[in-house]
């Protein structure tokens, strides 16, 4: 177990872009699983106590994702959807995030978020950019918490990671 795994957590109002970096300590290939599947995504992709619901998925470019946050309770309260602009194996991806209703019809406006994938001697980097196109979008996100939340949501996944290793 590494204890001295990298987070890094940026607002940068200017270009309106939140930069996350964070290594997790398991090979790319379950990293880039965990951040492409549906199966895993639900596992991890929510703060506790809330969880991810995915209703659909189709992780090619030109393709979606549309999934729901559920509260402890099982309620479905906040949709998104995501679709896929960019795919390069194992290394990166992109997609258009936008808040949405249970029908699909987007909330605009969005975000765009570019991940990176990187291994070094059996550690993975993720680095993460979040492009929002209204600096008044940003500062919602921010005071929204998701500067806590998402950090909640990524332990999710070092924990799911350190699990899915032992088995």
Same mark, same amino acid.
Request: aromatic fraction near 14%.
């Given at each position: 177990?590494?204890? =001295? ?8 109002? #200017?270009?309106? #872009? ?10 790319? =290939? ?17 703060? *506790?106590?809330?969880?991810? *619901?995915? *209703?659909?998925?189709?992780? &090619? ?26 795919? =390069?194996?194992?290394? /990166?991806?992109?997609?258009? /995030? ?16 570019? %991940?990176?994938?990187?291994? &070094?001697?059996?550690?993975? *980097? ?6 929002? @196109? ?13 500067? @806590?939340? %998402?950090?909640?949501?990524?332990? /999710?996944? &070092?924990?799911?990671?350190? /699990?899915?290793?032992?088995?």
């Amino acid at each position: 177990m590494n204890n =001295s795994l990298l987070f890094d957590f940026t607002v940068d109002k #200017t270009t309106k #872009t939140v930069f996350v970096t964070r290594e997790f300590d398991a090979d790319l =290939s379950l990293v880039w699983d965990a951040f492409t599947k549906q199966e895993i995504l639900d596992q991890w992709w929510a703060p *506790k106590p809330w969880a991810s *619901k995915t *209703k659909s998925m189709n992780f &090619e470019v030109g393709g979606r994702r549309f999934y729901a946050m559920v509260s402890p309770e099982g309620q479905e309260l906040r949709w998104s959807v995501q679709r896929y602009t960019s795919i =390069s194996p194992k290394t /990166n991806f992109k997609f258009y /995030n936008a808040f949405a209703d249970k029908d699909e019809n987007p909330e605009l406006p969005g975000s765009e978020w570019d %991940f990176n994938f990187s291994e &070094e001697n059996g550690t993975t *980097k993720v680095r993460i950019s979040i492009y929002n @196109e209204s600096l008044d979008r940003l500062e919602k996100m921010v005071e929204m918490g998701f500067k @806590e939340g %998402f950090t909640m949501t990524l332990k /999710n996944l &070092e924990d799911l990671l350190k /699990n899915l290793q032992q088995k």
